[in-house]
């Protein structure tokens, strides 16, 4: 595993966020559950991300926005990655919704679901499961291999964890946060950060499930 190297090719899709991959490079990812953050609350965030592109001169409401945030140059957009991730993370940290990922037999789902391919279809390093998100710290052999993996995780799991709350419908939302890692201090850095998650939110030792490759 490596962190990224911008003189390496790398691949960036474009959905409702960026989202940059590159083959071999270490990826920290968050998704989330679809009710973990209430209306109000995204607006508000919307609300920041809008003020950002504001100082930028770019209209947050314009259909090409996404568009002028690239021109910016790789510093500025690395800044509106990074604050709006930030902040995301610190919503979620709140646990709204459900949250029913506390239950232990169902964050107990995800964890299987991460570790099922992991030394073949790619790399984990650490996870932890959240009542309502995950962080993933991965790296994947193919840049194409992250997206359709995280796909196939959400997929997999969500299919089970409504079979065992008897329901059916939607249960992740649909885009989530990813970062390709730049260096081993961030690499570090993040790896804390997951370690340290449960502890910022205030979480009793049942209601998440962590895991780190240093203590496997």
Known sequence: MEVFDP??????????LPHWSQAGAITFVTWRTWDSLPEKVIRQWQDERAAWLRKQGIDAEGPDWQA???RLGPALENEFRHMLADRWNDHLDD????????RPELSKIVADGLHHFDGDRYELTDFVVMPNHVHVLAAFPRSEAMLDQCESWKHYTATKINRVLGRKGRFW?????????RSEAQFEYLRAYIANNPIKARLKPNEYRLYSSRSA
């Open 7 to 16: 003189t390496q090719d790398f691949d960036v899709v474009y959905r409702r």
């Open 68 to 70: 002028h945030v690239r």
């Open 95 to 102: 646990c709204h919704g459900a949250c029913v990922l506390r």
């Open 173 to 181: 939302q649909q885009d989530g946060f990813d970062h390709l890692v």
